[in-house]
């Protein structure tokens, strides 16, 4: 079937200009403002035309813990996250993705990278939920199932001597498992692929994060995790490895061009220099980096050094909605505070970049998506300019970008196929996700919230140790 | 005409407890689980019952500029500004107004500070239209007209000596103006008061504030200014007074408990005591202090100072939406970034305590709004806990405030008068509205931003000055 969108608004080197779109089976076909026929047309006046963005960094189940979680640090959040996350079910994982994929497409996303934490002893099984619900929907989608080799108290600066119990599952099980998962679930042709998801180095061995690199080659795996998101990982670095992570992380060898980073918010110069080099990709996720706490990314700095950058929601517990247009917005602001010069600040058209090829890059698929060119997979977005919150008509991405755009998101196409028309999801009944939320409401209030208890004393004697960010 | 919201949330020192309230005329009459009759009840299950914010600084006009102004330093940013402000007309400001106050209302506020630039020579009528757009919405408003008796570069450091043309209207005929629009638009009664609003010291001569602080004490107004929004600023009062501006405001006799400060970016320690001493209030505008690259404004310290603080959505031209809980939102988190300890974090609580008790503080109105009580205004919001974007339940503030709530205010009233019913306004036809801001559609894409190239060498020769703020 061949689909022709007519008379939309894409933007241009200057300005933008009025053309049509056609689109046949997954692909664009033609961009011109002379195309007059196809078996579908769809009127864009008055509608502007992006490709679709990609939300590279999220945690599909943390959806029910919305509003949960007190404002803490992320050592002490994540306490709480592990306490509230104990009572998940393959149905609150199934509704938690389509919630999340949900709210993606209708703020611009078109692909998602769920770094997904799988209920022990089902994770196969859950992978396969999560990627039914990504199909179920109709979004491009990556499973990086969360994993990791170490135990809690591991991960925090002078904790590896306050660990007893090792890790509940061995390195080698691991990979297995995740073998059996990528076996089971990656399907590229389909638009659901597995990436490896060590949660960073910080719970990770040197083995599990080896054996990772390994499987992501024999696959052809993207791979995924987070990255120095707080001072207490840039001082456990220090401790564990008596050097930089990212340069432990170069030395083996997990580090290339399908590589995304979640966070990277303390970084130095020589790390932006490795990750340059290596091709990797900076996600900047940062609504949760503030809400945790975590600092600013230097997202400056890495555009400078050469370093590809893409952005994320992260989970609702650390950002408490999964919009892409709100983590936009701020991640545009944002920088202003890290740069005098105002030649450096991002303009919003940079920001659209880095979201929809900077995304598509960073899950390497920079050929197939990311940018409105013919020959390319038909993920994209129309946003309605006549919507109230988009008026009056100015400039169409800074409105997108730096206002506050409400249910703007007219209709989304992704791999050819319409998933979105008047801001409803058309494969997934919106009632019935409604409906699933609603009837969850009780279980938030009845969660005790224990392990923090066991980790705020240690986590508070490394406050002395954390430089003051006061402006 | 007794109204009694029956069975709604609300909360308490621990927790949220379910209760009912009953309006009589303009003030909250009873509040208790056991009330049953009224002349209209409203049933308030799964409903959260909030005192409506104050939005303690924003300027109407500005939403012609929604998505007009490239990402600039305020210096700059004002000179665009001033460009595509040239059109204004009568019509256009009403509309503004009006949008300006839905989009309050629609985002939990019921009470608003426009600091509003009027046409020259049209100042009276002016202001008499702004009043009558926020007496057909049905918001709680102060008109604070916007005056300088200074050219535009004497607001920059070393401005001073390079303005040969002195501002074309005298100190006197200002504050006469003033008094003029106070005799006519100023009535407390209909919820419709006048403050008085200069644009703040650094284009204002000491005789003019002064002149205003008398108008206030007259009239018994409100004083609102900009404050310290940038280091330029801060710089240029050392240069203009030899001593900090909150000093020299205060020696000015201008500050006191009725006086609202927007952003105050740039204090210091001894100003934060000059305005706890003085009772002033702090208006915090934390999407405009991003997008302009002015700082983050000391919130933590001010709290702990006790200065009162309270927020605001700034125009439409440095925060291109006008939602209030955006605001709430990004002030709450930020934060984060200028202390290590969480112990000091702002909570979701405390941020709704600001921005309704702290702006009643701000507009000397904390006597009559800014609580749910017995005896005080009827100003309360009424927020759908079932809206999708606040689900699943967890804790309603927190979901509130961190999350991305759209379309969630489900009744509003103001003074006692419900002004919103399922999310649309009662007293102003929003299909009206929304012709406004479309017929204005291209007005935007002509404006020639001329004034930029005068003052932009001037700014940049004091780059070098500004302190780096890389964390």
Known sequence: MSVLIQNGLVPVAEGYETTS??????????????????????????????????????????????????????????????????????????????????????????????????????????????????????????????????????????????????????????LALMESIIQQVHHPSTGIQVAVGPTGFHRCSDALLQGYAELSDRYNLCRHLHLLETQAQKLLAQEKYGESAVHHLQQLGFLDHRTTLAHAVWLDDRDLEILANAQSTVVHNPLSNLRLGSGIAPILKCRKAGVNVAFGCDGAASNDAQDLLEALKLGTILHTLTEPDYRHWLTPRQTVQMAALGGAKGVNLADQIGTLEVGKKADLVMYDLTNLSLLPRTDPIRSLILGRPTHVVEAVWVDGTQVVAKNQPLKIDRQTLHHHLLTHRQQGQQVQFQTIHQVEPHYRSLLPDFVQLDP
Chains 1, 2 share one sequence.
Not at 26 to 32: F, P, Q
Not at 61 to 85: K, N, S, T
């Open 21 to 174: 779109i056609h689109l046949e089976g997954d692909r664009i076909v033609a961009i011109s403002p002379d195309l007059q026929t196809a078996d579908v047309c769809i009127d864009a006046t008055d509608k502007l035309i992006l490709p679709g963005f990609v939300n590279a960094h999220t945690h599909s189940p943390q959806i029910w813990q919305r509003g949960l979680i007190r404002p803490l640090p992320l050592e002490l959040w994540l306490a709480d996250v592990f306490d509230a996350a104990s009572s998940s079910n393959l149905d609150e994982l199934y509704w938690g993705a389509v919630s999340t994929a949900v709210e993606t497409l209708l703020s611009g996303g078109t692909c998602i990278m769920d770094h997904v934490l799988l209920p022990w002893n089902q994770e196969l099984e859950a992978a396969a939920t999560v990627a039914q619900a990504y199909r179920d929907v109709g979004i491009r989608a990556f499973i990086a199932p969360l994993m990791m080799d170490e135990p809690f108290l591991a991960g925090l600066p002078r904790g590896r001597s306050r660990t007893s119990q090792p890790y509940p599952r061995s390195t080698a099980d691991i």
